[in-house]
């Protein structure tokens, strides 16, 4: 499981082997980040108020999206891409706005969260936090480009797979429509 995976199989080509490790090791990166920033809002209070909740939340579902992208990674399968990719939208989405409002309103950002700490260490607590928001964000984004291409490798190395030798001759002769399909239609269409 995980980074320990090993390229015996010699239908995968060394790039998609390598765009996995990546994928893999930036949902790694992901995890440490969103944990770290949960740690970060629990020391400026222990009992987070509404807003420290939803920004604990919000970096819970990071946790998610990338425990189920390392998971769905190492499964091989593609079952769960579509929802992986629209969880990972959305969370990058309010990454990128829970940095932007901590670096623009730090003091009304600490006074929703209602911090026992002094407000110059919670302001760099804070900042600290937003840094690894900013990364948190970045990352998605990366993870979202990665499983675009482990997709795209798995959906070529899987036609190549399932059409053997005739892959390039099925793919030469794939026309969307026929000579004889398009005699039947009306006379503005038969081009």
């Not at 026992?116 to 990366?142: H, M, P, T």
């Not at 899987?158 to 059409?163: A, E, P, R, V």
Request: with cysteine; glycine share 8%.
């Amino acid at each position: 499981m995980g980074i320990g995976m090993n390229n015996s199989n010699p239908s995968v080509s060394p790039s998609h082997y390598h765009t996995h490790k990546v994928f893999l090791l930036c949902n790694y990166i992901l995890l440490g980040a969103a944990s770290s920033c949960i740690f970060l809002t629990l020391s400026l209070r222990l009992l987070p108020s509404v807003c420290g909740f939803f920004v604990i939340l919000l970096h819970i579902f990071t946790i998610a999206g990338a425990v189920s992208g390392c998971a769905a990674a190492s499964a091989g399968t593609g079952k769960w891409y579509g929802a992986h990719m629209v969880a990972t939208v959305l969370t990058a989405i309010f990454q990128g706005s829970v940095s932007v409002l901590i670096f623009t309103r730090t003091g009304d950002f600490l006074g929703e969260l209602k911090s026992y700490v002094r407000e110059e260490d919670a302001s760099v607590i804070l900042k600290l936090g937003g840094g690894l928001s900013i990364l948190i964000f970045c990352l998605e984004w990366v993870v979202l480009t990665l499983a675009f291409f482990l997709k795209y490798y798995a959906s070529v190395e899987g036609d190549h797979i399932q059409l053997g030798a005739n892959s390039r001759a099925a793919m030469r002769s794939s026309k969307v429509q026929q000579e004889e399909d398009l005699k039947d239609w009306p006379w503005p269409f038969q081009v």
